[in-house]
């Protein structure tokens, strides 16, 4: 008997898109293919109405948990591909539950519910008698009882118009959008906790992430730009490729600070922030930048300074943690598996000239004057013309690669 086991991806709100909807998944699909890992061998995708079929040459458990962290991918079903027929479905249903449970499925009560679908209308059950009968078979190989409302087990039975899918594993997707469907952006990325998780964010929503770091640099070491490096290269397994950029902001940092009264530095120093993410971001053809404020939770981060620093330039501002509490976005951060990262100790340029009692309050014209007097647009020019650049093989499996940061030629 033939069984072949495979991943079921099955999208979510791609089907929200009408006419669209083709090119919405033909993104998907690039992105997906571009994420293959090596090990499954060659794969044969399959799609099949609502659903796509991945067919590897092996290991499809491994290919099934890369695939939940592509996003516009909602559900993951690592299945087998047998005849339609109720005997090869129990048999394919048994050795899943023995690969996942081990060889003795009595030794352990688990409640279980079949669940059957038929896109073939013609088959001779209806899904009502498959459910029985293919539960009444696994009943009697297993002991198990049946709960059909609180189940431990689903083992999931889809008959096709050729084949039929079994699978007793259904792993969740990350949902949202294909990366790149929404267009491209550039997050300012810090070594702190918040900015790594709001380009997550962006990128489920369907936005192509590249990445801007201000270090200290010179008078600070290079542990900022190491985080950078470090949590670009945990983001890439979420877009099919990434860059990096990292600026030096020290001088003109020192510039800007002597030019201001200290209260204000804070937001001065933003604004210049925004002002090289823009001109670098034209440069990208990036329609968005991307920060990690949450509101109030820190001085730079109330209504009135988010306005002044809006001000410094005309791309939309996308800050998607705006909502969110310190305790959430740590949570979220552990999920992607930035945490790790952000909780290293490093120089960060912000609190190199940081002043004791930074304004809560500002407005854009006493900023403009700041940055007249300190020469802004050299300032960002200098700044822009000395941008180191590092790129990621994003989407493929970068854990086997070196950690040293490499500029790109
Ligand atoms: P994070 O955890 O992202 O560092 P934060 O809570 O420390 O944020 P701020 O330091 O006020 O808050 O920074 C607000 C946002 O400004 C950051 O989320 C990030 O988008 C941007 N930003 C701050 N410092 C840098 C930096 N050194 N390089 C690039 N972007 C930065
Ligand atoms: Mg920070």
Same mark, same amino acid.
């Given at each position: 008997m033939e069984t072949i086991r495979c991943v079921l991806l099955k999208q979510g709100e791609i089907f929200l898109k009408g006419e669209n909807r083709s090119v919405?998944?033909?993104?998907? =699909?690039? *992105?997906?293919?571009r994420t293959f890992p090596s090990e499954c061998g060659q794969i044969r995708v399959q799609p099949r109405g609502g659903v796509v079929v $991945?067919?590897?040459?092996? *290991? %499809?458990?491994? $290919?099934? %948990?890369r695939m939940t962290e592509v996003p516009g991918i909602n559900v993951v079903d690592i299945a087998v591909h047998v005849p339609k027929e109720t005997g090869a479905i129990v048999a394919a249903a048994l050795g899943e539950l023995r690969? =996942?449970?081990?060889?003795? $499925?009595?030794? !352990?009560q688990r409640a279980f519910a079949v669940i059957s679908h038929r896109r073939d209308k013609q088959y001779p059950l209806t899904s009502e008698q498959l459910n029985r009968g293919i539960g009444a078979e696994i009943q009697k190989a297993t002991g198990w009882p049946v709960n059909l409302s609180r189940p431990e087990v689903s083992i999931r039975v889809e008959i096709n118009f050729g084949e039929a899918f079994v699978s007793? !594993?259904?792993l969740r997707g990350l949902g949202g959008l294909p990366v790149g469907s929404s267009g491209r952006a550039m997050v300012l990325l810090s070594g702190g906790f918040d900015s790594p998780v709001a380009g997550f964010r962006m990128m489920k929503r369907g936005l192509a992430c590249d990445f801007i770091h201000f270090s200290g640099a010179p008078y600070t070491d290079p542990s900022s730009t190491y985080k950078a490096y470090a949590l670009v290269k945990q983001l890439s397994r979420f877009q099919p490729a990434s860059r990096l950029w990292v600026a030096q902001l020290g001088t003109a940092q020192r510039t $800007?600070?002597?030019?201001?009264?200290? %209260?204000?530095?804070?937001?001065?120093?933003?604004r210049l922030m925004l002002r090289i993410a823009e001109e670098l971001a034209h440069r990208q053809r990036a329609a968005a930048l991307v920060t990690g404020d949450s509101l109030g939770q820190v001085a730079s981060q109330t209504l009135s300074n988010?306005?002044?620093?809006?001000?410094a330039t005309t791309l939309p501002v996308l800050r998607p943690l705006v909502g969110w509490d310190k305790e959430e976005i740590i949570a979220e951060a552990r999920r992607i598996g930035t945490e790790e990262i952000s909780v290293l100790p490093d120089q960060d340029c912000c609190t190199l000239l940081a002043p004791p009692r930074p304004a809560t309050h500002s407005d854009a014209e006493t900023l403009l004057k700041v940055e007249k007097r300190a020469g802004i647009d050299d300032l960002v020019a200098g700044t822009v013309a000395n941008l180191q650049e590092f790129r990621f093989a994003g989407g493929h499996d970068t854990s086997q690669r070196t950690e040293e940061p490499v500029a790109a030629g």
């Open positions: 919405f998944q033909k993104k998907l =699909r690039q *992105n997906f293919e $991945l067919y590897p040459q092996r *290991n %499809a458990d491994h $290919l099934a %948990a690969r =996942r449970f081990g060889e003795d $499925l009595s030794a !352990e007793v !594993e259904r $800007l600070a002597s030019s201001s009264d200290p %209260a204000l530095r804070t937001v001065a120093q933003r988010i306005a002044t620093v809006d001000q």
